[in-house]
């Protein structure tokens, strides 16, 4: 399936070549579809959709610009607050919710052209990544229905790749964009901490969480990245710079860049044969366009895992402290107010956001929380420091995205674990704050996309998305 | 360290967290948390003496706006989700007192 980029369809309905109504009906039929079996979408906004793309098109026929994305059906993760449309998160617990305001990453994604067309399903809050655990059913991979699509980010990934939308939207906090973005064949990028707002992000872990785009180019991420970074008074974490301005960097190629392949990833238990073999690959194909690719070992990246599952949870429990059936969404009647909390939450919750919890509220309870919440905070700083000594010999970092190809639906559900290590080459990226990119590269098991993951240091978005767009040129 | 964690701790930390398990919710979270905490032995076996801890991946400090009203949500528009409300307000169960 050939699709035009995002940038492709902004610019026809920007010139009038095409209307974005037509753009728009284009995308609503192949949901029609293939959306019966993808389950990509907790809500499709078709009557919404319509109505914005007309309004575009009014403005193309005042001789006014749109915007960068005019015209680009949008789909948003459905924990990005929607003024006027149901934000679930996927969980019991907000059922019936309408927010009273827009996330800013939408609110400027609209303004620069961007037409909302639907709310994607997510691990519930955002934990999880398989998709699967959502109270709303699973997500399938529409490459192969059988498997799953990643997560948390599933519903977003499986659009973009099912053709619904050029464009998505998700949020990452240890791996929620790239990792899905890789079982789905697409590209992810996880923005530096702080360069796209968190207002209106239903919080999961806030000094983890970021927003950032999905698309089926490196070209049509950044684009929609430069649409909503910035910073954003709402959000007292979101950097007090501009926007950064990447598309010039993507045709700079990577001539003279350093690139070290991190080899505890490469190496790491538990990563597929074949994952490994795309990304020597990609590493001899960097070399091969003049960037000095050696291999680096950044041994804290082997702990970020572990201190990511204490650390996530114990933010997790606190943030979802919030959910208490008083000021929004479900209630339990119960005749006084402990045991109406504790019945609503305890239908409210499925069983991983419960296990996240109880995982978070132990290790920050007394007499555990300096071995455990104390401990992964200062092995934080020892992966920060860790990342910081590889950077100062390299300009980017490489690994898989994902230790394996999309696997089958069931397969992890009954192993907390096993699913946890999903995100093993993801985690210590988030837990630095560091931006981080996922490009299809290849295939792996069952003729299934593999990604590359670049890394780069804080606000390194420039040399990452070179790096990105060299990879996507030399992809077999 | 081998992590142990028995039923009555999790009990206890479900009560912490606001949650009602089901027994044998209880006995499946035994077993699961104590194999994550295992795994995080890893990190909790770590030499960390003088280090600093990360709570936050920038170095940011307190974000001041000026002192000036800007508007905000209407009470009506506050309220209009709640499950219950009564005089302009969110009504919630008895707090205090005896059983009724």
Not at chain 1, 84 to 103: E, K, M, N
Not at chain 1, 149 to 163: E, F, I, L, T, Y
Not at chain 1, 354 to 376: E, H, N, P, V, W
Not at chain 2, 36 to 50: I, M, N, Q, R, S
Request: proline share 8%; glycine share 10%.
């Amino acid at each position: 399936m050939t699709l035009p980029t995002a940038l492709d369809l902004a610019q026809a309905v920007r010139t009038g070549e095409r209307s974005a109504v037509e753009v728009v009906e284009e995308h609503l039929a192949r949901v029609e579809e293939a959306e019966p079996e993808v389950h990509a979408f907790n809500l499709v906004a078709g009557e919404e959709a319509r109505a914005a793309a007309a309004q575009v098109d009014a403005r193309v026929a005042r001789g006014e610009d749109p915007g960068p994305l005019a015209g680009v059906p949008l789909a948003l993760k459905d924990n990005l607050c929607t003024r006027g449309l149901p934000t679930t998160c996927s969980s019991r617990i907000l059922a019936g919710w309408v927010p009273p305001y827009d996330a800013t990453a939408v609110s400027r994604a609209v303004r620069s052209g961007a037409v909302v067309i639907g709310k994607t399903n997510l691990d519930e809050f955002a934990m999880g990544s398989s998709t699967e655990n959502s109270a709303f059913g699973p997500t399938r991979n529409p490459l192969d229905p059988i498997r799953v699509p990643g997560g948390s980010s599933g519903g977003s990934a499986a659009a973009v790749a099912a053709g619904f939308a050029p464009l998505a939207l998700g949020s990452d906090t240890g791996g929620s964009i790239r990792q899905p973005a890789a079982l789905c064949g697409v590209v992810g990028l996880k923005p530096t901490y702080g360069v796209v707002s968190r207002y209106g992000l239903v919080a999961f872990a806030s000094s983890l969480d970021q927003v950032g785009p999905l698309a089926r180019t490196v070209g049509d991420a950044v684009a929609l990245l430069e649409a909503i970074a910035g910073h954003d008074p709402a959000d007292s974490t979101s950097l007090d710079r501009p926007a950064p301005a990447l598309s010039g960097c993507l045709a700079q190629g990577v001539e003279g860049l350093r690139i070290g392949v991190i080899q505890e990833l490469a190496g790491v238990e538990g990563i597929a044969p074949e994952v490994g073999a795309r990304l020597h690959e990609a590493a001899d194909a960097l070399a091969g366009a003049g960037a000095k690719v050696d291999e680096v070992s950044v041994p804290a990246t082997m702990w970020g895992l572990p201190a990511y599952y204490l650390l996530a949870p114990a933010e997790a429990s606190s943030n979802l402290a919030r959910y208490d059936g008083v000021r929004y969404g479900l209630r339990l009647a119960r005749p006084d107010i402990t045991s109406m909390y504790e019945a609503t939450r305890s239908a409210g919750f499925g069983p991983e956001v419960k296990r996240r919890i109880m995982l978070g509220t132990f290790a920050l309870s007394a007499g555990y929380y300096d071995a455990y919440y104390g401990q992964a905070q200062r092995v934080r700083t020892l992966i920060i420091e860790s990342f910081a000594a590889a950077y100062e010999r390299f300009d980017a970092l490489l690994s898989p995205t994902a230790p394996t190809t999309a696997f089958p639906l069931g397969s992890r559900t009954a192993d907390p674990l096993a699913m946890y290590l999903s995100d093993v080459c993801t985690v210590a990226s988030s837990l630095a704050g560091h931006p981080a990119l996922s490009v299809p590269f290849g295939t792996g098991e069952g003729g299934l996309p593999v990604g590359i993951q670049v890394m780069a240091p804080a606000l390194g978005e420039p040399v990452m998305v070179r790096v990105g767009a060299a990879l996507e040129d030399l992809a077999p | 360290m081998a992590a142990r964690i028995s039923p009555a701790d999790v009990a206890h930390v479900a009560r912490l967290a606001r949650l009602e398990l089901a027994p044998e919710e209880v006995e499946l979270y035994a077993s699961q948390l104590a194999q994550v905490l295992d795994y995080a032995a890893e990190v909790a076996a770590l030499d960390t003496e003088g280090v600093a801890p990360t709570a936050h991946p920038l170095p940011v400090r307190n974000v001041l706006r000026p002192d000036v009203p800007v508007p905000g949500l209407s009470r009506e528009e506050a309220l209009s989700q709640a499950p219950e409300v009564e005089e302009g307000q969110f009504r919630v169960p008895r707090i205090l007192g005896e059983e009724p």
